[in-house]
């Protein structure tokens, strides 16, 4: 917790779509987080090269991965939201968690961390969630489990033209996911 007296979450999305639906889930959960809960958007990550442990010793770390990688640390809890892509995480995303793995005192240690997914398909991208999950216990993360959000059928659950989340079963289902990883981060926080 910082100065303001509340929680702070940073938010990662895994797509970079400028539709995404996962990224239209992250804009909406402000509305939806408890009174103790802020969200702040991570910096961009857009971009950030394909990792390469050459150009990491050679140049260093590219700004954006310290500038996320300081977000983290800064955070009491990380969300992320993501795709799913070919049953797995998006290289982007992959990509991004490679580099800051690398980050001397990586930031994941102990970190808690809230998984949802939006999808297409009916599923909402549980497959992906389950191996981001497994790159998380290397990371040695706090992984919050239950309940969890997974979004399937995304074009009936938000607004064609704003991309608000319009669906007000998913916006309970949010809603309680994200009142449950506030008491988990004061359990796992001390
Ligand atoms: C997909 N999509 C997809 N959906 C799914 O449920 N399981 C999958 O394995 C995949 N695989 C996949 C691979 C690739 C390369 C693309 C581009 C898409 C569909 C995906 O869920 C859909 O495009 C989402 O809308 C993408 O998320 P954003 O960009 O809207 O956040």
Redesign the pocket.
Known sequence: MSGNGKLNMVGL?????A???????LRALPDLAPERMAIAEAPPIGTIPLYNADVQNQSGFPAEVMALAEAIRAADGVII????????V?GVLKNVLDWVSRVKDQPFRAKPVCLQS????????A??QYHLRQIMVFLGADVFTTPEVFV?G?QQKFDAETLALTDEGTRDFVTRQLKAFADYVDRVSG
């Open positions: 999305c895994g797509s970079l779509r539709g995404s639906f996962n990224h239209a889930l939201a993501s795709p799913e892509y070919n049953y797995s998006p939006v999808s297409g398909g009916q599923l909402g991208g497959r992906m399937g995304a």
